[in-house]
């Protein structure tokens, strides 16, 4: 069965200062990866996506994943916050284990200070 | 132009009383699901339908009915609520079932009280 494990469930940082949002996930088979941004009062919205070819993915607003296969592992990093990508992020990983189910991570609270 | 549009945005109602949540997206998508999100923001699959035919039903009780008039509906029946269902359901649909992203509407927050 899949499963994700996203190891942080707050991380405080301060604006402009690096970030790094771990996730790991467990599946037997080829999965895809995903990150999912909530800000506040909002429904879920892709950030970024792996589904085959390069391990290392973009987002346009300046995020990025790496998908490590030995470490079973897609952090989500940013080298410089905003006070705007205070948000909830979940990682999400599909497959077809588990019967076409997306499961998602618990979430990682980011907060940016000022 | 909104997507995934469910309605209503809130919802507040009493224990035991009987409320639809309702869910449509104009993108054409094949795929479309019911997910819960609790105080912790826990989010958990509840139903996932692929054109119109149930293929995932999670460990949900059955006062939870889904109904999928159409592709590009999805609605949500809570019979009998209780204090413990009051969360936030999302709407969402996809392309496909596995390896495409999923679109969330905005959310509905349900309170039972």
């Known amino acids: 069965a899949q499963s994700v494990t996203q190891l942080d469930s707050q991380v405080p940082v301060f604006e402009e200062a690096p970030v790094e949002l771990r996730c790991n996930y467990s599946?037997?088979?080829?999965?895809?990866l995903f990150w999912y941004v909530q800000y506040p009062n909002q429904g879920l919205q892709l950030l970024l996506k792996?589904?085959?070819?390069?391990?290392l993915v973009e987002s346009i607003n300046g995020f990025e994943a790496e998908f490590n296969k030995s470490q079973t592992s897609f952090h989500l990093r940013k080298p410089s916050v905003h006070i705007s990508d205070t948000a909830e992020y979940f990682c999400?990983?599909?497959?077809?284990?588990?019967?076409?189910?997306?499961?998602f991570g618990a979430g990682t609270r980011l907060f940016v200070k000022a | 132009d909104t997507a995934v549009s469910q309605t209503p945005k809130y919802l507040v109602t009493q224990m035991g009383n009987d409320k639809s949540i309702k869910c449509e997206q104009n993108?054409?998508?094949?795929?479309m699901y019911w997910y819960k999100q609790d105080s912790k923001k826990f989010l958990k699959i509840m139903f996932s339908y692929n054109n119109k035919e149930l293929i995932i039903n999670e460990t949900v009780p059955n006062r939870f009915s889904p109904k999928s008039p159409d592709k590009a509906h999805l609605n949500l029946h809570i019979n009998s609520l209780e204090l413990g269902d009051s969360a936030v359901y999302f709407c969402a649909s996809s392309q496909q079932t596995v390896n495409t992203e999923a679109f969330f509407g905005q959310g509905t927050r349900l309170t039972v009280v």
């Open positions: 599946s037997s088979v080829s999965v895809y």
């Open positions: 792996y589904l085959s070819g390069s391990t």
């Open positions: 999400a990983v599909s497959g077809h284990t588990g019967g076409f189910k997306t499961i």
């Open positions: 993108l054409g998508h094949d795929t």
